[in-house]
Every structure is written in C-alpha cells, then in structure tokens.
C-alpha cells in the first residue's frame, strides 16, 4: 500500500540552531533539525506529505502529515495520515494516531496508540470481524 507511492521531496528544512515559536503549515516534504515551539501540519495534497524530525530535533506542539519519520523529541500528539516511523531514538511525549506504524527498538511513547481506518475513521471497533473457533461436537 505505501512502497508504490513515491515519497514528495523535502523542499523545506529547518536546520539545527534554528528555533521557531508560532505554528507552521507546509507543502510537499519538509526537514526539521532545530527546534519547534508550536505546531506543524502539512496541507493536504493529492501527492502527499513527508515530515522528518531528525535526532537533535525537539518539536513542542503537535504535529501531523501524511508520512511522519521520527529520530528525534515530539512533547504533543502525533497524527499521520498514512504512515509513522519511530526510529530508534524517538522520543514522543503526547498521543499518537495513524494508520500504519513502524517502530524500531529503542522508540519511547509515553501517550496513547490510536490506530485509524484506512479509510480515515478512526476508533471504530465494530468493523473488526470477532474471531470465532471451531469447536468439535462429540
């Protein structure tokens, strides 16, 4: 579902030693290495969204994308869209949702999983079909 969609480019980055205070929206890919106070969204496109917060990135606000790589510190609630990718030094201090999640060893999450619908809704329990066993009569 996700290896036949190509990923957008990074055209933006906020490189390490930059700090922004306010929320931020963004188009295609984007790159933060510094620091973010506030939250970061990216607009929905047909082609998608990718946001890498490398490892000596720290974001305070929430954050959400189509595609969210994670190296670095997230302290607010995390929604991607498609695809989250914990790699081994993320550090997520808030809630997260998506619809497919990749976590590598070493990932902390101190919030709640909310797994969401390929479909975009989220939380329904009764589309999961219950699992029934078969029982030999006698």
Same mark, same amino acid.
């Given at each position: ?5 190509? %990923? ?96 590598? %060893? ?5 919030? %709640? ?26």
């Amino acid at each position: 579902m996700f290896g036949k969609k190509a %990923q957008p480019p990074i055209k933006s980055l906020i490189a390490q030693g930059t700090r922004i205070e306010g929320n931020m929206k963004f188009t295609e890919g984007l790159r933060v290495d510094g620091e973010v106070f506030g939250d970061i969204q990216a607009t929905p496109e047909d082609n998608g969204s990718l946001l890498v917060i490398s490892e000596a990135a720290i974001v305070q606000g929430a954050v959400q994308a189509d595609h969210v790589i994670i190296n670095g510190t997230v302290r607010g609630p995390v929604h991607a869209r498609e695809l989250l990718e914990l790699q081994p030094k993320a550090r997520i201090e808030g809630d997260i949702s998506y619809i497919a999640l990749e976590m590598h %060893q070493g990932a902390t999450i101190s919030g %709640q999983l909310r797994p969401l619908m390929a479909n975009g809704a989220g939380g329904s329990e009764e589309e999961k079909p219950l699992l029934k066993l078969a029982a030999k009569s006698a």
